[in-house]
């Protein structure tokens, strides 16, 4: 968990972030530069940088919002019996995060995102099987016909988190593929299968999407009271 988490994400501050989500969406959606958006906007409220990048992360143009609406998998129902193709490092460390009791931010268009991110480099931590597990049991119990995993090669140590990936599939009978390549993105918009991610980019671009944290939190007790940070409240 970041240090300072605590206190720039408490009830004092939500309604100014809310507020500042809101503001950020409307200037969006009047083809405003984002950069420029989110300065105007985070200078307004007098906002972190981290704090900044969470509106930022949770904004999003009311287009966008309709589209991601349109196509978003709310049912977990609606993937049994078909393929499944996972934002690698994207889902896993949304988990890793919510285990170690970091914030997870619910945006505007309902997708939940953590604030961790990867910066080119990522190492398995404490939280690491853990997540898998979950997620692993998860969609065991979903019943997809097949998942494919999707991740960054220039990210270091993805070749080992893949590894590690087929093995676990390996010992618990999973249908899993796990594909490192240079491009994840590019192959998950371009697939027609369900789509687990929370990136705007590609979420603005793939066929059909899920929310799997939200999916993941909502049907099962599989993650224990994760702090969820809901700033798109009555954004719709």
């Given at each position: 968990?970041?240090?300072?988490?605590?206190?720039?994400?408490?009830?004092?501050?939500?309604?100014?972030?809310?507020?500042?989500?809101?503001?950020?969406?409307?200037?969006?959606?009047?083809?405003?530069?984002?950069?420029?958006?989110?300065?105007?906007?985070?200078?307004?409220?007098?906002?972190?940088?981290?704090?900044?990048?969470?509106?930022?992360?949770?904004?999003?143009?009311?287009?966008?919002?309709?589209?991601?609406?349109?196509?978003?998998?709310?049912?977990?129902?609606?993937?049994?019996?078909?393929?499944?193709?996972?934002?690698?490092?994207?889902?896993?460390?949304?988990?890793?995060?919510?285990?170690?009791?970091?914030?997870?931010?619910?945006?505007?268009?309902?997708?939940?995102?953590?604030?961790?991110?990867?910066?080119?480099?990522?190492?398995?931590?404490?939280?690491?099987?853990?997540?898998?597990?979950?997620?692993?049991?998860?969609?065991?119990?979903?019943?997809?016909?097949?998942?494919?995993?999707?991740?960054?090669?220039?990210?270091?140590?993805s070749g080992r988190l893949a590894k590690l990936l087929r093995g676990i599939a390996s010992e618990r009978a999973w249908p899993?593929?796990?594909v490192v390549t240079a491009n994840p993105d590019r192959r998950l918009v371009e697939t027609q299968a369900a789509v687990a991610?929370?990136?705007?980019?590609?979420?603005?671009?793939?066929?059909?999407?899920?929310?799997?944290?939200?999916?993941?939190?909502?049907?099962?007790?599989?993650?224990?009271?994760?702090?969820?940070?809901?700033?798109?409240?009555?954004?719709?």
């Amino acid at each position: 968990m970041h240090p300072q988490d605590r206190a720039l994400f408490n009830r004092t501050q939500r309604d100014a972030l809310c507020r500042a989500v809101a503001d950020l969406s409307l200037l969006l959606t009047r083809d405003y530069p984002g950069k420029a958006a989110l300065k105007l906007v985070g200078d307004r409220y007098a906002l972190s940088a981290r704090q900044r990048q969470a509106i930022s992360r949770s904004a999003c143009s009311d287009r966008a919002l309709l589209d991601r609406s349109r196509k978003k998998i709310a049912n977990s129902s609606e993937l049994r019996h078909n393929r499944l193709s996972i934002d690698g490092f994207n889902c896993l460390i949304t988990i890793e995060s919510a285990i170690s009791g970091g914030v997870v931010i619910k945006g505007r268009d309902g997708a939940h995102r953590d604030l961790a991110g990867i910066h080119g480099s990522y190492r398995k931590v404490k939280e690491t099987l853990a997540a898998i597990d979950i997620l692993g049991g998860y969609l065991e119990s979903v019943e997809p016909a097949s998942v494919s995993w999707y991740l960054d090669s220039p990210v270091s140590n993805s070749g080992r988190l893949a590894k590690l990936l087929r093995g676990i599939a390996s010992e618990r009978a999973w249908p899993w593929d796990v594909v490192v390549t240079a491009n994840p993105d590019r192959r998950l918009v371009e697939t027609q299968a369900a789509v687990a991610s929370c990136d705007s980019w590609v979420l603005d671009r793939c066929a059909r999407w899920i929310d799997l944290f939200g999916m993941i939190m909502s049907d099962t007790t599989l993650l224990s009271q994760p702090w969820v940070v809901d700033l798109g409240k009555n954004q719709a």
